[in-house]
């Protein structure tokens, strides 16, 4: 299932999903549908593993800020079902996932590469950090759900309170990323740890992964069985518009 802002591939089982929407990768509406989509389609192919990426210097720089703080409520609430539902996808997969974040990953993209069993981030001057509160669009409830089993406390405090980004060596020492190689060479690592993880006996792989995010997989499913997210009642802040509009200026 490849398009134009999406690009699937398989390598002796090995699928890669790949974010193609320069400059940023941002994240749409119709964008979160298809990579839910194409997630299906993978798993449907019962992969040996599954490696995320991007292209260009983004990962994913997360929701696009000049459509989505126009999305009226109808469109707020599918894309928090669409993105909650992915986001409980990827962290329950009963496969490998391993992230190869090859450059900026930023908000829905730092989610993302959280969601893996194991992050590979690029070497060099990229951005890694969770903006939301600078640009009034809270987190949708796996998001948290994930970013809390994911980091200490600590940092998950620094992270969304501070809501500045940082850069490759400290989002190494903060837990994003479990080591980092040059950005040409992302990707190719990534598929590394892939075929390794991929080695192992599946079924036990699951079952040991299960039991590791025992907790968060059960509130994730929690979350979707009741469509309980707060934020459906209103996601988005109103100011939402001028403040993204701040923040793509460099204001």
Wanted: proline content about 6%; glycine content about 6%.
């Amino acid at each position: 299932m490849n398009d134009s802002n999406l690009v699937v591939e398989n390598d002796s089982g090995i699928a890669v999903l790949r974010f193609a929407r320069p400059p940023a990768n941002a994240i749409t509406l119709e964008l979160a549908s298809r990579f839910a989509a194409a997630y299906d389609d993978v798993v449907a192919q019962e992969p040996r593993a599954l490696v995320l990426t991007g292209s260009g210097s983004f990962f994913s720089g997360g929701l696009d800020l000049e459509e989505v703080p126009t999305y009226d409520a109808a469109q707020q609430q599918a894309l928090l079902r669409v993105v909650n539902r992915l986001i409980g996808k990827l962290y329950a997969a009963p496969f490998p996932v391993v992230a190869a974040a090859n450059g900026h990953a930023v908000a829905a993209g730092y989610i993302l590469t959280l969601a893996a069993d194991y992050r590979v981030g690029p070497q060099g001057d990229f951005a890694f950090g969770l903006t939301e509160a600078r640009v009034g669009i809270p987190f949708p409830a796996a998001a948290m759900i994930v970013l809390k089993s994911e980091l200490a406390p600590q940092d998950v405090r620094f992270t969304t309170l501070q809501a500045k980004n940082y850069g490759s060596e400290e989002a190494l020492r903060r837990g994003v990323f479990d080591e980092l190689k040059p950005a040409d060479r992302v990707l190719e690592r990534a598929r590394e740890v892939a075929e390794d993880l991929a080695s192992m006996p599946r079924e036990s792989y699951g079952r040991i992964k299960n039991q590791v995010r025992a907790e968060a997989i059960a509130a994730l499913e929690e979350l979707d069985r009741t469509d309980s997210d707060p934020m459906l009642a209103g996601w988005i802040d109103p100011a939402a518009e001028a403040a993204s509009k701040r923040v793509l200026e460099g204001a």
